[in-house]
């Protein structure tokens, strides 16, 4: 197995290559950002700490989405990680240790995992999802839009393909405190759950567990605001 590269070595040949240059500014709503690990020289000559560092990315703010190409000591990887609202995940199927052929496969890749993040973007468990009624699944509308610091984010009728089998319908989001409320569909148990967010931190919750909307439908209109103002505290 050859041996990791240092981050120093990362970063010269992602400086002095043409990828980057070549690559569009602007593309589907997004822009172009070049990313920490090449946009000052903080690591150069420094040990570089942390285990992830963005070669560059494409961010739609209004939208609350982005996507990053990465590099991670963790496992010597280069892969794309997506982001949507406080929802950030890794796309391990574009995965590689070979930097000269993450070069390469950045620009074919780009224009499909920017159309991935369009809010309107059907994934391909969207017809199993509509066979569970998720997408027409209206009884989200009548939740209120705004809940103390929360906001209503993702929505059934645009459900977000996640990891682990599960796709995400429906969150209501504090984007400044970094607090969540999440509702997800699991397709291989057949199962709906909720997890939450509290300052960042990810929580495992069993109080929205439902085998079907009808029952999430009840656990909703008796919990979800009190759940939520308690989670705001």
């Not at 995965?95 to 159309?115: C, D, M, V």
């Not at 057949?190 to 085998?211: G, M, S």
């Not at 909307?213 to 919990?223: G, Q």
């Amino acid at each position: 197995m050859a041996k990791p590269e240092t981050i120093e070595t990362i970063r010269n040949y992602f400086l002095q290559g043409d990828f980057l240059q070549k690559l569009p500014r602007e593309l589907l709503g997004f822009t172009f950002q070049q990313g920490n690990l090449l946009q000052s020289d903080e690591f150069s000559g420094k040990e570089c700490k942390g285990n992830e560092f963005i070669l560059c990315s494409y961010v739609n703010q209004k939208l609350r989405r982005r996507l990053d190409f990465i590099y991670t000591k963790e496992t010597f990887d280069y892969m794309p990680v997506k982001q949507v609202g406080l929802h950030r995940f890794r796309q391990l199927r574009y995965i590689t240790r070979n930097k000269e052929e993450f070069a390469t496969l950045i620009p074919q890749i780009l224009s499909r995992l920017l159309a991935e993040l369009q809010p309107d973007f059907q994934c391909s468990a969207y017809p199993m999802l509509a066979k569970k009624g998720i997408p027409q699944w209206t009884f989200p509308a009548t939740l209120p839009d705004k809940i103390g610091p929360f906001e209503k984010f993702i929505t059934p009728e645009h459900p977000l393909d996640f990891i682990n089998n599960s796709t995400i319908f429906l969150d209501y989001v504090d984007f400044t405190g970094g607090n969540e409320l999440v509702f997800l569909y699991n397709r291989a148990r057949n199962e709906f759950f909720a997890e939450t967010k509290k300052a960042f931190f990810p929580n495992t919750i069993h109080d929205f567990d439902a085998l079907d909307l009808p029952e999430l439908e009840r656990l909703l209109t008796k919990k979800l605001e009190p759940y939520l103002l308690q989670l705001a505290k």
